[in-house]
């Protein structure tokens, strides 16, 4: 894709800590599909995020090609966005030791993730996890994004990175500009199956809490019929229904009917005829998608060759932007 300069910046990405859920195409990666047009798209796949928890490596190497088919497979285009892994852009990880000078330890001890993450039993709480969400306010920054579209999850995150491009301003002078989160009205947070008063993750442990976008139509079905319900047998959005209502908001978004719609034809068939119609609406979404998934994974020469291409532009962006930076923080420049 040409440089289009004009256009509004978005940059957004997902870690290959695992497989893509359900939560991160409804809450997100849907969404990003929707938006090449309009905006200068950078879709980083943020492997260098992934691990901040433990991992093994041939699983990063595997998940970050899996991520790229997905990518791509949910209308991800590299024709008219640019799509490339943090990992192979100089610039994430120096523009983020000269955010992490500027931020007080206090403030990412206070983060949420870094909070739920390391209360986890047997979790190695090392310092990439703490820095976590400097890393990401580099990735965001490094482009000078306009947009940041993000489930509602990462809103402390973007706060985070709003702070660090002030902050950078207000102690240099004026580099970068403040991103604005993009948070969707549909589909922002889906829960987890098991317990739907928490997010949908794919590192949760039990693999029932979560649908992955792979799984195959039998599995997707399995794990939606034995998701938690709640008492009675009414089909009604209720904040003290939160299992029929996630699934409720998973059945309206995927099939692009209003919950009051679904209500009207669900509210009194009972809980087993209403589980049946979300498993096939959600089959009946993710079959197209898991089609062209497998024609694109097994192409690993296509997938070098698109993160070649968006590595170049990212490269090339990354480079002007860190220039700048490191001037106006008092380096000494290159010659
Ligand atoms: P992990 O479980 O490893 O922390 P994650 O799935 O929460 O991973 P990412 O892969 O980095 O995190 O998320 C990619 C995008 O998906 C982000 O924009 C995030 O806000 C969104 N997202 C993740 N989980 C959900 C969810 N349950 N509902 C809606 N959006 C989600
Ligand atoms: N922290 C995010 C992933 C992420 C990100 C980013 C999202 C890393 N860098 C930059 C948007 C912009 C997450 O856990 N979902």
Redesign the pocket.
Known sequence: MSETKAKPVI?????PSGELTLGNYLG?IRNWATMMDDFECFF?I?DL?AITVPYKPADLRQRTYQCLAQYLACGLDPARSHIFL?SQITGHTELNWLLACLTPVGDLHRMT?FKEKSAKPGASVNSGLLF??V??AA??LLYN?DR????E??KQ??EM?RNLAQRFNHTYSDTFKVPEPFIPKAGARVMSLQNPTRKMSKSDDNENDYLLLLDPPNRLRKKIMSAVTDSGSEVRADPEKPGITNLLNIFSAVSDRSIADLEKEFGSQGYGTFKKAVAEAVVARLEPIQEKYHELISNKDYLHQVLREGGEVAQKRAYRMLSKVYRKAGFVART
């Open positions: 940059l957004t990405g997902a870690k997100a980083p943020v995020h943090q993730q976590y969400p890393l990401m990735d965001i994004a940041v579209p993000v489930g999850d990462q995150h973007l990175a």
